[in-house]
């Protein structure tokens, strides 16, 4: 970055931060990585003007964009608790995630170590190529000190190239950089490496905002400059949802992306910033890390910004629940291959085959008839990257708020579209929502002044639709209530034909199967209501014959069941933790179902159709 550039930034931060914050000094910390090849990084933090009485440390149980909790401190050993001058202070453990220091005569400070080996959104992976950092799974912080500012120090490798990639504000060399406040502190993740970086500036935009790709990768740059030139396209594409860019703290945005082998699939927003990783390359899987790209970005308005008032500010010390995810990643999951599409990066088929699988999805999910999305959106803390020993009835009771909400984007957009003849859309009443709870800000960088209710949903859609009954009763139905819109309608004023993917086909339930010591066996639950529930099939347990056959394959299973008929009776042996069991499957016609445009079933559009989906989908 420009010396210049950096003064400026400096300049900002230092008008940003509340007064108080002037006066107080500000937590220090640095980072250094003597013991990176064994996945360990040293972190040493000073907090200094400390009141009177004892100082409660914490490590983060939660990390902004998860909802579940992580219990970060797992993974910290090595804690050392002094004043300034090395001595010991006594301190007690209150819980697994506390320290209460006392004898402190205003100073503190703490050195610790801790383990990292994931890199994705949610925690901390260091190696001896890079330092893919999480704040919340590394760095301690203190009660009381949630509005000081913090300074960070990293000190890279000896020998090593690393320079650093963030949204945090800069210091004064490469490697200082500045927090205003520990919320955006803990938002702000930070990548180390030798990466390649790309950028592009919206002039047209106020301020002209700056956009990097940081990007560690094991591809070429030609492919990154073609990946870069896509982000670019997205990220002018999705201002017109809003009609404007937020106001970037330090007027620069930045995308952090690991595609490497040994990191995981992920994509998690932040702030000003959001991280990408998957252990594809961009190579293989250009098509997919562009629709994370497009997600993430949206995020920047819909969650960082337009916030559910339950998750402001983060809580992370507690699981965070929000009835109200069904549009703060639904929506968001709706218009990431939507703004990919208008923006010339995918093509009519990849969004036509998203939404037909978020379409078949909820109609089909057996979770939809015992929970609301706003039911299922409160079910976050246990489903959100959350893993239990103990086996869930999940398969079946829970629909994801992500397909869900997305499903209703689609069913809203079309149905406000088929309303008003294309007036008013989804981009309308997500402007509306912008400029009351986005765009007015916050008492400082990070916070949300005016975070959102359901009520306050609900008015926005009787505000923009104008008619305050239709928005009663489209939350009472679709997003309160367990009902599904008419798509198959609303599609056909677009020229998509909704229908069944195979139709007149056999089907004994969505089953998950597999092959083990030459039987198939039932991998997870069998799905409300199909016919191998009915029949007494469930999980685990081993199919050996179908239709009087003998099975030693799921394929032979597909295979008997595709030749039956809708209606058909057919036994199905198998065996239950030793118990051979006879039963039978009566099939059904397969329900799944598809979305195709009408001119590759061989119609034509009409002039009318084609206008309004030139409306909705077309490149602006």
């Known amino acids: ?128 190529t890079h330092a893919h950092i999480n704040m919340p799974a590394a760095l301690i912080w203190a009660r009381g000190f949630e509005m000081r500012p913090a300074t960070l120090r990293f000190d890279a490798p000896e020998g090593s190239n690393w320079r650093v990639g963030t949204q945090l504000f800069p210091g004064e060399t490469p490697f200082t950089f500045m927090a205003p406040n520990l919320q955006y502190l803990m938002d702000s993740p930070t990548e180390l490496s030798a990466f390649s970086l790309r950028s592009f500036t919206i002039a047209d935009a106020p301020g002209a905002p700056r956009i990097r790709l940081v990007v560690h990768h094991t591809g070429t740059d030609a492919e990154l400059d073609a990946f870069a030139a896509d982000a670019e396209r997205i990220v002018r594409e999705s201002r017109q949802v809003y009609g404007e860019y937020p106001a970037f703290e330090g007027n620069t945005y930045t ?59 983060f809580d992370l010390e507690n699981a965070n629940m929000s009835g109200e995810l069904w549009l703060a990643e639904g929506f968001t999951s709706y218009y990431g291959p939507l703004i990919s599409l208008r923006a010339g990066v995918a093509e009519l088929r990849d969004f036509v085959g998203e939404m037909g699988f978020t379409v078949n999805r909820v109609q089909t999910s057996p979770g939809r008839n015992l929970r609301s999305a706003e039911e299922m959106s409160r079910l976050a803390p246990l489903v959100d990257a959350a893993t239990a020993t103990d086996r869930t009835v999940f398969d079946n009771a829970f629909l994801s708020y992500y397909t869900w909400g997305a499903a209703i984007g689609l069913g809203l957009d079309l149905t406000l579209r088929d309303r008003t003849n294309g007036k008013v859309t989804l981009d309308t009443y997500m402007r509306a929502l912008w400029q009351a709870h986005g765009k007015p800000g916050g008492k400082a960088p990070g916070y949300v002044d005016r975070p959102y209710t359901m009520a306050d949903l609900k008015a926005a859609l009787a505000s923009v639709s104008g008619d305050a009954k239709f928005a009663e009763d489209f939350f009472a139905r679709y997003i309160q209530g367990r009902d599904v819109v008419n798509y198959e309608s609303l599609l056909a004023r677009a020229g998509l034909v909704l229908g069944r993917a195979s139709p007149g086909r056999a089907f004994a339930g969505d089953l998950r199967l597999q092959d083990v010591q030459g039987r198939p066996r039932v991998a997870g639950a069998s799905p409300f209501g199909s016919p191998a529930y009915e029949a007494g099939l469930d999980r685990d347990d081993v199919i050996l014959a179908v239709g009087g056959k003998n099975v030693t394959s799921a394929v032979d299973i597909e295979r008997v069941v595709s030749a039956g008929a809708p209606g058909q009776q057919i036994p199905i042996v198998f065996e239950r933790r030793g118990v051979r069991v006879n039963a039978m499957l009566r099939l059904i016609e397969d329900p799944r179902v598809e979305i195709t445009p009408a001119e590759t079933l061989g119609q034509s559009l009409t002039a009318e159709q084609r206008r309004f989906r030139e409306e909705w989908l077309g490149v602006r």
């Not at 390359?281 to 997919?288: E, G, H, K, N, V």
């Open 255 to 313: 995308f952090i992306a690991d595609y490497l082998p040994w990191a995981n699939g992920d994509g998690m927003e932040h702030r000003n910033s959001t991280i990408l990783t998957s252990a594809t390359s961009i190579r293989s899987s250009r098509a997919d890390l562009l629709d994370t790209l497009a997600h993430e970005f949206f995020h920047t308005w819909n969650v960082e910004r337009i916030r559910p008032r339950a998750i402001e500010p």
């Open 1 to 128: 970055m420009a010396i210049r550039t950096r003064a400026s930034l400096i300049l900002l931060v230092a008008v940003l931060l509340p007064s108080v914050s002037r006066a107080q000094a500000p937590v220090e910390y640095r980072l250094s990585f003597k013991e990176a090849e064994h996945r360990l990084m040293d972190v040493q933090v000073t907090f200094r003007d400390i009141p009177a009485g004892s100082l409660e440390l914490r490590m983060s149980r939660s990390s902004p964009g998860r909802y579940s909790l992580h219990e970060f401190v797992k993974n910290v050993f090595d804690v050392r608790i002094t004043n300034e001058a090395g001595m010991t202070l006594p301190a007690t453990r209150p819980s697994p995630h506390q320290w209460s220091v006392t004898g402190h005569t205003g100073a503190v400070r703490v050195s610790y170590r801790v383990f990292g080996d994931r890199v994705d959104g949610t925690y901390l992976g260091i190696d001896s």
